[in-house]
């Protein structure tokens, strides 16, 4: 449902609203007003809740319980331009079905602890029992209290931001911050043992879980593969090594979705460390990256769908390995044991499932 609403209500209401363009002039003339929103920070910020209490309209004085939750979303260009929306749904005493959508756009203004949003249009529509109603509220501007910090997701780094003292509490978060241009390079880890073979013989080929074609290291052309979840490959090769990871839909929470791929390749050195059984070698292995690359899809998400592209820096990065050979069943283990830098959640994504993953034999 919120997918629906918030595509559907978007063009029309820009469409409303001249386009949405910086040079629309205000209510009464004059000058537009001019926005200041850091560049880094422009982008989709979503937030959304499945259920949630009592919530109370401050623009009807309405109350009603949020069993069907809200989702919002901030969508704010460099140039301070924003489209903000926020749906909730729920049920009240005397109605079967409430609900609240709230859409604004105009010029942000984000300095040290608040977010000012000007708007030159907003809009909010009511359905309450048998009184819907669009309503044009007033253009005062509308004031948060903001805390900026880092939010660890699974396979990133992102931004948090939570907005208080306004009309809604918010934790919105950025769907797609630009990836850090100068990542640390870790040191080597004190207990990790340097090798000099490069991958072993009865390991060269490729290893893979679920689809392993969704990119080619020769050309660089990429697909996503279908359905949702991560899906990943090594190729080991004389002297280096290929590895991939696709996921599709990696946030769980807001209107717009993002999937990524991301692929690095480089040289590899291997040493033996102990020998679990007849069949089965484990070891260190130091992967240094000379190529990396993430690629970000956006979609479900209106205008702003599309891919973008980023050059990493290639970083260096330790693990530990198992390899059983194939008279004892075959299998080989990377594991992710050792501190890694900024892009080791791309090769060390686990499932949750602690610090070994597995691939199986493709060719």
Known sequence: ??????????????????????????????????????????????????SGGEFTNLYTGITFNMTQGYSAQLKVMPNGEYYFAHYSQGVSSNCALVSFFDQMVGQAELS???????????RLDVQNCTSPATLN??????????????????????????????PYPLKFKLLNPSPPADPAQPPQPQEFQLGTDGPYREMLGVWGHRDTQFYNPQTGAYQFPEGTGHHRFIRWLPGGYELALAYVRVNLEGVCKKDLIYFEKGNALFKITNQRDDYTY???????????????RIRECGSED?????????????????YTLPAGREDF???????????SPYICYTSG???????????
């Open 353 to 363: 499932q602690g610090p070994w993953y597995n691939l199986e034999r493709r060719q």
């Open 137 to 166: 509220l007033p253009l005062d501007p509308v004031i948060f209290d903001v805390a900026l910090s880092n939010y660890e997701t699974f396979l990133d780094t992102t931004v948090q931001m939570v907005l208080s003292g306004g």
């Open 306 to 322: 599309g891919v973008q592209e980023y050059t990493l820096k290639p970083l260096t990065s330790y693990h530990r390995w198992s």
């Open 282 to 296: 484990q070891g260190d292995v130091r992967l240094e990256a000379t190529q990396a690359r993430l690629i970000v």
């Open 112 to 122: 040290g602890s608040r977010l000012i949003l000007r708007p030159r249009q907003r």
């Open 1 to 50: 449902m919120y997918k629906a609403i918030f595509l559907l209500a978007i063009p029309l209401f820009l469409a409303a609203c001249g386009g949405g363009s910086s040079g629309s002039n205000p209510p009464g003339g004059g000058s537009p007003p001019t926005g200041s929103f850091p560049a880094e920070l422009s982008g989709i910020w979503q937030d959304t809740l499945a």
């Open 333 to 343: 283990m990377l594991g992710c044991h050792y501190p890694g830098h900024a892009w």
